[in-house]
T-cell receptor
Framework: DVKVTQSSRYLVKRTGEKVFLECVQD?????MFWYRQDPGLGLRLIYF???????EKGDIPEGYSVSREKKERFSLILESASTNQTSMYLC???????????FGSGTRLTVV | GQNIDQPTEMTATEGAIVQINCTYQ??????LFWYQQHAGEAPTFLSY????GLEEKGRFSSFLSRSKGYSYLLLKELQMKDSASYLC??????????FGKGTRLSVIA
């Protein structure tokens, strides 16, 4: 079974902190994605990566950055956390374009 | 850009049949996915339609009409555990999936 693992299920951080959300997949998938999910807004794409060292902005990249130094790991960074970044963060991966996603279990981040 | 619409909420009775609709507008359409998401959990894959017609998988079926930009997910013999959100997602071109906002289905006794 494809597995996508997110390092934390729940996280509470203070405003202004630098926050790292880690995501690791074990099936040699080329593509990895970071979404946030908020009530009434659905899943919104933050960043994605189609290859190691490659990254592309999604629909809402402001306030975030990413790192993909190895194929299996895709990290989301909140440079200076703000309360409006309180959300559920979902990492996903897939084999290639038009393949379905496998999602991690999500990280519920609260910024206080 | 892409636009995906699905109802926000639906309620159905245990044992009944429910149809969740999804309409989309996109260029370079490649296929349409349905995902199920229970509260507090990650979405899980249900179905993928590329060609027009009905794909059946147990109690769940998914239909696609590319010319109408329309899909539906059909759930038969509803069970309480089917209470969840159902997400429609469109694949087009070389871009990441675009998701609808999801339909929250409540199954009542």
């Amino acid at each position: 079974d494809v597995k996508v693992t997110q390092s934390s299920r729940y996280l509470v951080k203070r405003t202004g902190e630098k926050v790292f959300l880690e995501c690791v997949q074990d099936m040699d998938h080329e593509n990895m994605f970071w979404y946030r999910q908020d009530p009434g807004l659905g899943l919104r794409l933050i960043y994605f990566s189609y290859d190691v060292k490659m990254k592309e902005k999604g629909d809402i990249p402001e306030g975030y950055s990413v790192s993909r130094e190895k194929k299996e790991r895709f990290s989301l960074i909140l440079e200076s956390a703000s309360t409006n970044q309180t959300s559920m963060y979902l990492c996903a991966s897939n084999l290639g374009v038009n393949y379905g996603y496998t999602f991690g279990s999500g990280t519920r981040l609260t910024v206080v | 850009g892409q636009n995906i619409d699905q109802p926000t909420e639906m309620t159905a009775t245990e044992g009944a049949i429910v149809q969740i609709n999804c309409t989309y507008q996109t260029s370079g359409f490649n296929g349409l996915f349905w995902y199920q998401q229970h509260a507090g959990e990650a979405p899980t894959f249900l179905s993928y339609n590329v060609l027009d017609g009905l794909e059946e998988k147990g109690r769940f079926s998914s239909f696609l009409s590319r010319s109408k930009g329309y899909s539906y997910l059909l759930l038969k013999e509803l069970q309480m555990k089917d209470s969840a959100s159902y997400l429609c997602a469109v694949a087009s071109g070389n871009t990441p999936l675009v998701f609808g906002k999801g339909t929250r289905l409540s199954v009542i006794a």
